[in-house]
């Protein structure tokens, strides 16, 4: 039977897995104000590239380290 792993060993999991990684994150917005939730995502997450931002009627999806969600 195999012991649980260390406290440890679970954040260099985490860290290894999820902060260091790239995630997409997706914002809703009502029809039309899409570019106004584009620029403010790229003032509160400078790592959110301009090239990221996808704009579509009523969504802004990007892609940003898990860290940007502390920040939105």
Not at 10 to 20: C, D, E, F, G, T
Not at 22 to 51: M, N, Q
Request: with cysteine; charged share 25%; aromatic share 8%.
């Amino acid at each position: 039977m195999r012991s649980p792993p260390s406290r440890a060993a679970l954040l260099r999991a985490v860290k290894r897995h999820v902060w260091n990684d790239r995630w997409t994150f997706r914002g809703a917005c009502a029809l039309g104000l899409e570019s106004l939730l584009a620029e403010e995502i790229g003032e509160i997450v400078p790592e959110a590239e301009r090239s990221e931002l996808h704009v579509d009627p009523g969504v802004v999806t990007w892609q940003a380290p898990f860290d940007a969600v502390y920040a939105l």
